[in-house]
């Protein structure tokens, strides 16, 4: 069974940054789709970015420019780097993994996931 803990949440004041880690176990990062995922307080679930095993990235409109998703194959480990924070970017982050990326907005399309970090960004 895959394992995925995230790790690197807090708070922040808008235009802060913020780096989130996501170890992987039982797998190998390079070997999956590897997504970030953010559920808000009353929405839901919605992709933020995915990097298959080609290294090829997704990205939300909404965070462009502004996050970068990487991996890191020797320590196994997916990370979201996060700059220029807003308000709207409030949520609780989830790692997620599947086979392929094909479709990557897809959430019920990820087998595994972890149990989420919080970011909280004030204004």
């Known amino acids: 069974q895959v394992q995925l803990v995230e790790s690197g949440g807090g708070s922040v004041q808008a235009g802060g940054s913020l780096r989130l880690s996501c170890a992987v176990s039982?797998?190998?990062?390079?070997?999956?789709?590897m997504g970030w995922f953010r559920q808000a307080p009353g929405k839901e679930r919605e992709g933020v970015a995915t990097?298959?095993?080609?290294?090829?990235?997704n990205y939300a409109n909404s965070v462009k420019d502004r996050f970068t998703i990487s991996r890191d194959n020797a320590k196994n480990t997916l990370f979201l780097q996060m700059n220029s924070l807003k308000p709207e970017d409030t949520a609780i982050y989830f790692c997620?993994?599947?086979?392929?990326?094909?479709?990557?907005?897809?959430?019920?399309?990820?087998?595994?996931w972890g149990q989420g970090t919080q970011v909280t960004v004030s204004s």
């Open positions: 039982r797998a190998t990062v390079s070997n999956y789709c």
């Open positions: 997620a993994a599947r086979q392929f990326c094909m479709n990557w907005e897809r959430r019920n399309d990820y087998s595994y």
């Open positions: 990097i298959n095993s080609d290294g090829i990235t």
